[in-house]
């Protein structure tokens, strides 16, 4: 495990985890999100591929990210593990809505300086709203890739709770 990819769906856990194998596994960390936005009013990074290009050359590192579409297949490509947080709508969805709250509520600054207000609950943008539509389409996506003959050569481990996860985490 040397270049890995956490990939779920939004409020899973992708970052915690990922940030966590860096630190006990030596590896360089990167924060798909902090990569693209850089910017007040959520601004994209205009040399965003080109970045996670370098990036992913390198030989270790993890990313908290199944990639945006610009950079998927190269994430993908370039990993040789996939850690899938694959856990039910009934474990995402009150993670995703208490860090939400608490973002608001703080107003935490994220990504390019950005904070998630109020206002933004009312957005199909918004991660809660965002995490619940794209629930079934990101499963679906990862379960195409897991099964791609593009990507056989990756290890893939998939979790379906996260008490497997902190299981296997604890073993590392």
Request: aromatic share 12%; no cysteine.
């Given at each position: 495990m040397e270049r890995i990819l956490v990939v779920g769906v939004t409020g899973a856990g992708k970052s915690t985890l990922a940030r966590t194998l860096g630190e006990r596994l030596?590896?360089?960390?990167?924060?798909m999100d902090a990569l693209y936005y850089d910017g007040p009013?959520?601004?994209v990074n205009g040399t965003f591929a080109e970045d996670v290009a370098r990036l992913s050359a390198e030989p270790?590192?993890?990313?908290?990210?199944l990639g945006h579409p610009e950079v998927r297949d190269l994430l993908w490509g370039r990993a040789d593990?996939?850690?899938?947080?694959d856990y039910p709508r009934h474990v995402v969805a009150p993670r995703v809505v208490r860090r939400s709250l608490r973002r608001s509520a703080r107003r935490e600054t994220l990504f390019g300086g950005n904070r998630?207000?109020?206002?933004?609950?009312?957005?199909?943008?918004?991660p809660v709203w965002w995490s619940w539509s794209q629930y079934a389409t990101r499963r679906q996506e990862l379960e195409r890739r897991t099964r791609d003959p593009r990507f056989?050569?990756?290890?893939?481990l998939r979790f379906a709770h996260p008490d497997e996860t902190s299981a296997w985490l604890a073993a590392l």
């Amino acid at each position: 495990m040397e270049r890995i990819l956490v990939v779920g769906v939004t409020g899973a856990g992708k970052s915690t985890l990922a940030r966590t194998l860096g630190e006990r596994l030596g590896l360089a960390y990167h924060e798909m999100d902090a990569l693209y936005y850089d910017g007040p009013g959520w601004s994209v990074n205009g040399t965003f591929a080109e970045d996670v290009a370098r990036l992913s050359a390198e030989p270790r590192w993890v990313v908290d990210s199944l990639g945006h579409p610009e950079v998927r297949d190269l994430l993908w490509g370039r990993a040789d593990t996939v850690v899938w947080l694959d856990y039910p709508r009934h474990v995402v969805a009150p993670r995703v809505v208490r860090r939400s709250l608490r973002r608001s509520a703080r107003r935490e600054t994220l990504f390019g300086g950005n904070r998630e207000t109020w206002r933004g609950w009312l957005s199909r943008e918004h991660p809660v709203w965002w995490s619940w539509s794209q629930y079934a389409t990101r499963r679906q996506e990862l379960e195409r890739r897991t099964r791609d003959p593009r990507f056989s050569p990756l290890t893939t481990l998939r979790f379906a709770h996260p008490d497997e996860t902190s299981a296997w985490l604890a073993a590392l």
